[in-house]
């Protein structure tokens, strides 16, 4: 079974820095989507930034970005110049393409902005 | 574009009773997921419905159930409640082809069994 491990429970960053949530995943499969999705105090899951395993080009979206590596698994989350509002609960999700199956999620990083 | 739209948003229910959440899709979504999110087990799948037929099902007891209507909202029905099953439970709906692989979630129901 696919599983998705986010070590970091906690990480804070003060404002305009830059900080990096770590994610780790284990699959057999070749051809898969990863995410990172964040969920604020309003609770409602946001995705933030979008993976195919097939393509070798990290993903960016804006000040976030991703450094995927597939031999090692690994799948970070780089936000550039946080913002107060990047404040909130970061999960790593991970999807196989075929077969219509369910997202896993990681534990989640609870990610704090200082200002 | 309206989002997912989760109902209702907290609810308190005692031990034994049974309770009913719904969810409805972004427009020309067909496809509805729920997930059980809690502190200590984080996010788990409970289902998926597509065209008002369960696809997926994830390792949850019989008292977890679920429905979709022909108009692709979906509800969750959780019989017997035991303290254990509050949570918050989260509804995403996705394209057909779940294009991009990606969800759009709603806002979950908030459930306090006491």
């Known amino acids: 079974a696919q599983t998705v491990t986010q070590s970091q429970p906690e990480m804070s960053v003060q404002e305009a820095e830059t900080v990096t949530l770590s994610c780790t995943y284990d699959t057999s499969e070749s051809d898969y989507y990863l995410f990172w999705y964040k969920q604020p105090p309003s609770r409602q899951m946001i995705l933030v930034i979008r993976q195919e395993a097939y393509k070798q080009q990290n993903a960016t979206e804006n000040r976030f970005s991703v450094n995927f590596q597939k031999a090692a698994k690994s799948f970070s989350l780089k936000i550039s110049d946080s913002q107060l509002g990047d404040a909130a609960m970061y999960f790593c999700?991970?999807?196989?393409?075929?077969?219509?199956?369910?997202?896993?999620f990681g534990k989640g990083t609870r990610l704090s902005v200082i200002a | 574009k309206a989002g997912v739209t989760q109902t209702p948003r907290y609810l308190i229910k005692t031990r034994g009773q049974q309770v009913t959440l719904s969810c409805s899709p972004i427009s020309g979504h067909r496809s509805v997921s729920w997930y059980q999110q809690t502190p200590g087990q984080g996010l788990q799948f409970l289902f998926e419905y597509f065209s008002e037929t369960q696809r997926n099902k994830g390792n949850f007891p019989g008292r977890f159930s679920g429905r979709q209507f022909s108009n692709s909202r979906s509800e969750m029905n959780v019989s017997t409640l035991e303290l254990g099953d509050s949570a918050l439970y989260l509804c995403?709906?996705?394209?057909?082809?779940?294009?991009?692989?990606?969800?759009?979630f709603g806002s979950g129901t908030r459930l306090t069994v006491v």
């Open positions: 995403a709906s996705s394209t057909p082809d779940s294009t991009g692989g990606g969800y759009t």
């Open positions: 999700a991970y999807r196989r393409r075929s077969g219509n199956t369910p997202l896993v």
